[in-house]
């Protein structure tokens, strides 16, 4: 039988949708299989968009009939009936997932008296235990408790179990008198998540629909963007740039057509907040002059044309509500950024008894990486800002609270271009590589650094107008705590400042690289694939034990196989005879570390291969951090196993540096980015003192 926790609310509207995507989310970085089950829907035919957006989230793996229980139809036909069905199906569900979100209903059919009253029924039934959700819109912190009390009761009265209460869109200036008043007394675990406008702002198309408007101009796929708030533009223009907003929609009388120039250009610049949309009212569209105008100068932002008058678009308009659903990326990040931050996800996991899996699948570590970074917010530079897979990375990274982000270049041409993408990076910083003040301070310290070089202040200005220099300067002087580059650059041209600048921590002995491989079920590392081409026994030592240390840090348990075309003592040469060589440098200098080595890849992976040839070894068949004997051999079986096994590969990841600095692939992705600043941002945590395993002895004692 799965375990399972039910989510409950006492009211409609109280954002449970929120509240079970969190829960998804959570357990889904926890164990292997989630299943999402809703025992009461509202209609067979009509799509539930929760349990739709549940099914959404990218590691949960099931079809969504399986997910519907009964519908209020069959329940007032005969209530016993539908429970009965509804815990068959539970049961069925429960032998094919490791853990079911079951989601209570959502209080559509108004003539069931007391939904919560059957809500609890059916978790007493399933023997799921509660999770209560109530909603803080406009009540105070002691009505949200007594709602709380009298919800509690009336599940205990029907023997369900409830764990724990999430009290959810509340005003921002009451959280902390809530979650005291929501915890006195109480032993179990209490969360209170803030209202979040966004959550319930209804897109650009929902705008569309209401007014009976259609689009003139601009990207069709901007309608499902969220409208936040809105702005009557019944004003000369100067007046109404005073007013925009970000994400605002512009309502305009289509008779003042030197508006929406105007409106279009705030919209592009950078230096006024982006728009979501414009709509024109009076079914007047624009006159030919104006738009031969404004097809020169190609945007995405929707241009609406209603046949409405102003005041009646407004009024529609303002009613239109959202909902949280699938498909709805920024929606969707921000609710999970917003739980995340809100709820305590180990105790609620320890209120419904969650064990780990021991499968790790590559979304789940990725999402181990996103949750890691997020505890603890680091300040990673990106160089690389006019980039449009950087911006679209960076508005990401900021949803989702991984970390705090500088871009490089022109602050004016870097907001003009994300305003054009609809990308929002309000939060992020951006520093020119040219600010004379950072220009001098990094200059004077980069002649130091390099005066036995022969370098000169005069040369030093030049050189650290180069952005890979700037960022690498940036995270020496402790302005920012790792860089992320090579989007645009090569690799060299990335990590080349960081030799001359940040240099290797103490005890190592050379800068090396690791792939995290991400198969099927496992995460394993691959090293070197990306910067030492023929390292020596001393060098291949070192970077077996940095690796090492990589894997520990990211949660994987290192069992360390240093490859060979060799098994053992079963043949010779000099390649064997090196990787042997740094096996034995290895052992000595790290005797808790677990190695094997001269050892073939089938062997090192293989339980079955292992056991016939080197029966009896902690690490064959079972290794973790495989080690390559050079470049060449490394970059090409990373390669190989990410094309032919479908493996995410994650890295390269640099290692032994002072500070973290992390090199992307030019053809790198959105999803590759957001992973390496991950990444990056837990090595600056790990370096900040937060380490949660030692980096041993130092493989400067191998080289000995």
Not at 212 to 225: A, H, Y
Request: aromatic share 4%.
């Amino acid at each position: 039988m799965a375990r399972s926790v039910y989510i409950a609310s006492p009211e409609g509207d109280s954002g449970k949708s929120t509240v079970a995507l969190g829960v998804v989310d959570l357990l889904t970085r926890r164990v292997g299989r989630v299943g999402v089950f809703r025992p009461l829907a509202a209609s067979a035919t009509e799509t539930d968009l929760v349990v739709e957006l549940l099914l959404s989230h990218p590691l949960v793996r099931q079809d969504y009939a399986d997910a519907l229980g009964v519908t209020y139809e069959a329940m007032h036909r005969d209530p016993d009936t539908a429970l009965g069905e509804i815990v068959r199906r539970f049961r069925e569900l429960s032998t094919r997932f490791d853990v079911l979100v079951v989601l209570g209903s959502d209080y559509t059919d108004v003539s069931t008296p007391s939904e919560l009253a059957f809500n609890a029924r059916v978790a007493a039934n399933l023997g799921t235990p509660v999770v209560l959700v109530v909603h803080g819109r406009s009540r105070t912190p002691a009505e949200i408790r007594t709602t709380a009390d009298v919800a509690r009761m009336e599940l205990a009265a029907a023997h369900a179990h409830p764990v724990a209460v999430i009290a959810n869109r509340v005003a921002d200036a009451d959280v902390d008198e809530v979650r005291q008043a929501l915890g006195e007394g109480s032993t179990w675990p209490v969360s209170v998540i803030p209202e979040i406008p966004l959550l319930s702002a209804p897109t650009v198309g929902r705008l569309m629909a209401a007014c009976g408007g259609r689009m003139i101009s601009g990207n069709p796929q901007w309608l499902d963007r969220v409208a936040l708030g809105f702005v009557v533009a019944a004003m000369s223009l100067p007046n109404v740039l005073t007013r925009l907003h970000p994400d605002a929609t512009v309502i305009a009388p289509g008779d003042r057509p030197d508006l929406l120039p105007g409106l279009v250009l705030a919209h592009q610049s950078g230096t006024f907040p982006h728009l979501s949309a414009i709509v024109l009212t009076g079914g007047y569209p624009p006159p030919e002059s104006v738009t031969r105008l404004l097809d020169g100068v190609p945007t995405d932002l929707p241009v609406l044309l209603s046949d409405l008058d102003t005041f009646e678009t407004a009024t529609l308009l303002a009613g239109v509500r959202g909902r949280l659903t699938a498909g709805q990326r920024v929606k969707v990040e921000t609710a999970l950024r917003v739980f995340a931050e809100s709820v305590d996800g180990a105790a609620l996991l320890e209120s419904f008894d969650v064990a780990r899996s021991g499968v790790v699948t590559p979304l789940m570590f990725q999402y181990q990486l996103l949750e890691r970074a997020r505890a603890d917010r680091r300040h990673i530079v990106l160089p690389e800002g006019d980039d449009d897979r950087i911006l679209t990375a960076t508005a990401t990274l900021l949803r989702l609270g991984v970390a705090r982000l500088t871009l490089l270049g022109d602050e004016t041409a870097i907001r003009a271009r994300a305003s054009a993408l609809g990308m929002d990076i309000s939060e992020a910083a951006v520093v020119s590589p040219d600010d004379p003040e950072l220009v001098e301070r990094f200059a004077a310290e980069y002649t130091r650094l390099r005066a036995a070089k022969g370098m000169t202040l005069q040369r030093a200005r030049e050189t650290v107008r180069d952005v890979s220099y700037f960022g690498t300067m940036m995270v020496h002087l402790g302005l920012a705590d790792g860089m992320v580059s090579g989007a645009t650059h090569t690799t060299a041209h990335t990590i080349r400042p960081s030799f001359e600048i940040i240099k290797t921590a103490p005890g190592t002995a050379i800068v090396s690289s690791v792939f995290l491989m991400c198969l099927t079920d496992r995460v394993l590392v691959y090293g070197d694939c990306a910067v030492n081409p023929d390292p020596t026994a001393e060098q291949l030592a070192d970077i077996a034990v940095s690796s090492a240390a990589t894997a520990a840090r990211f949660g994987i348990e290192p069992r360390v196989a240093l490859l060979s075309y060799s098994t053992g003592t079963s043949g010779g040469g000099a390649d064997v005879d090196k990787v042997r060589a740094a096996t034995d440098l290895v052992k000595r200098a790290r005797p808790d570390l677990l190695v094997e080595g001269p050892i073939q890849y089938d062997a090192a992976v293989d339980a079955g291969v292992a056991r016939s040839k080197l029966p009896g070894s902690a690490v064959a068949g079972r290794a973790t951090v495989l080690i390559f004997p050079d470049l060449n051999t490394g970059n090409n079986t990373y390669k190989a196993v990410q094309r032919s096994a479908g493996a995410v590969a994650i890295g390269p990841v640099l290692q032994g540096l002072n500070k973290p600095v992390n090199d992307l692939s030019r053809g790198a992705l959105v999803a590759d980015i957001v992973n390496t600043v991950a990444i990056t941002a837990i090595q600056a945590a790990e370096a900040a003192g937060a380490t949660e395993v030692p980096a041993g002895a130092g493989t400067a004692e191998v080289a000995r």
